[in-house]
């Protein structure tokens, strides 16, 4: 059975800096391309970062950039999404997405909330 499973959200103050796992199970982790994706209440789902198979790719959503690296650990089945800086407009739930071809599975999410 395939499985991502987000852990690490919070309630975290402006500045602040969180760091978010997603633990894969269940598939070939290391063949799939990784996204966080996150939305916000009332909006469309975005893409905030993704990363490639061996990780030598990165992409990240203009908003983010200079304050979030998303990295991970491929014997440990592991997606990381640290954030840092953290402003009140990056509350979300973030998800995290493997893509390989027509394949894709989703986690159920994480709740991130930048609150004073």
């Known amino acids: 059975q395939v499985q991502l499973v987000e852990s690490g959200g919070g309630l975290v103050q402006p500045g602040g800096s969180l760091r978010l796992s997603c633990a894969g199970s269940g598939f070939t982790f290391s063949r799939y391309a990784m996204t966080w994706y996150r939305q916000a209440l009332g909006k469309e789902r975005e893409l905030v970062a993704g990363i490639s198979t061996t990780g030598g790719s990165t992409t990240y959503a203009d908003s983010v950039k200079g304050r979030f690296t998303i990295s991970r650990d491929n014997a440990k089945a592991t997606l990381y999404l640290q954030m840092n800086s953290l402003k009140p407009e990056d509350t979300a739930v973030y998800y995290c997405?493997?893509?390989?071809?027509?394949?894709?599975?989703w986690g159920q999410g994480t709740q991130v909330t930048v609150s004073t």
């Open positions: 997405n493997a893509v390989r071809g027509a394949s894709t599975h």
